[in-house]
């Protein structure tokens, strides 16, 4: 044996345990993983989870044009938006982007935001199509706000949107693996529960309204936005927080609609959402299970304020739903030039072979 050398049942017991943390691990982050397949075109991403983030890295190495060109139908609401460097901000190869419309007969995709055009179909392209170019539809909102006609089936080849079996991916957000663990400060808390809501229908159009309706029963609400206490941009995160918890109920419930309630206005603060939305399934793909708190839990709107009255009593148990920022950065989507990179890098993903959306109304529902 050699004596400068570890004996042999350390190597194998540290070589075991290496194994299971491995193991552990793989578990941990397959969790995250989710396949996305669809009319053919198959792969595999980590639609949450980046390892590392490539935007504000002004070292990448310039990876060249892809040579295609994005034609954005319409600056989506009509605003003027920033256009950014697709190398820079997802590390591929660029895209010429423009929204100038005589480029249409050479442009390799048109990317249409949905909202510009689904109230009109003489808003859409009327000249001929030009051979292999491909159309984008887009869409962050949810179908209940804007539905989709049957006037744009048969029309556009790749959809995206925050559903996660959309040919091209763009949630409202993400989580960032850390490079190492880190140790998460939680802000300072002096109140109890918050809601900013903008949208306020009556409580027959939206269900969100007829649950606080109830809860303010129990607990106290501070809401915030039009019609109630006035909120500025700029004072929003400083402002939610304060708060231990706060009320990221969605206007409409989908699957995989999980919008910047969640990833601005509760992560970003460093306050827990307490969620209304999709299932906890869901949520639970696209979030750890202890960073957030789903009214489904409950049984009605009462135990969830004792239960929130019960984690606001116990700071261990507070803490214990920012366990997981130790290792996950949360990131709330960047920008409209970022998410037109991700149909950049779509388009070169996906191979260019022939797709068609016969029932895009349908899917979108
Ligand atoms: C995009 O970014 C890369 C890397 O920073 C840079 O080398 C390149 O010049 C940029 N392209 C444009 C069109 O600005
Ligand atoms: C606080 O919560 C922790 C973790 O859930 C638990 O172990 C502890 O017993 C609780 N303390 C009290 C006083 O309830
Ligand atoms: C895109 O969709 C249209 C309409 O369904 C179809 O005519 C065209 O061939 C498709 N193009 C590609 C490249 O799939």
Known sequence: ???????????????????????????????????????????????????????????VPYLGSSGLTILLWTWPYGIHVGIENCTEVLGVPDCHFTADRSWYQKADAVLVHHHDVYLNAAKLPQQPRPAGQRWIWYSPEPPSKHPVPTFMDNLFNLTMSYRRDSDIYAPYGWLELLDQ?????????????????????????????KYYEELKKHIQVDVYGRGHVALPGNRLLPTLSQYKFYLAFENSQHDDYISEKVWRNAFMAGTVPVVMGPSRKNYERCLPPGSFIHI?????PRELADFLREV??????????????????????????????????????????????????????
């Open 181 to 209: 663990p880190q140790e998460f400060t939680i802000p300072a808390k002096s109140k109890l529960l918050a809601w900013a809501v903008s949208n306020w229908k009556p409580s027959y159009v939206q269900p969100r309204i």
């Open 296 to 300: 489904d839990d409950f049984p009605s």
């Open 312 to 365: 606001d009593g116990n700071a261990t148990r507070y803490a214990g739903y920012f366990q997981w920022r130790s290792w996950l950065k949360p990131v709330h989507y960047k920008s409209w030039g970022y998410q037109f990179c991700k149909a950049c890098r779509g388009l070169q993903r996906l191979p260019s072979m022939y797709q068609a959306l016969p029932e895009l109304s349908k899917w979108f529902k």
């Open 1 to 59: 044996m050699d004596p400068t050398g570890p004996p042999r049942k350390t190597v194998w017991q540290k070589a075991l345990l290496f194994l299971l943390l491995q193991l552990a691990i793989a578990a941990i982050l397959f969790t995250y993983v989710r396949t996305g397949s669809k009319a053919g075109a198959s792969f595999s991403v980590f639609p949450m989870l980046v390892s590392r983030s490539l935007s504000g890295n002004r070292s």
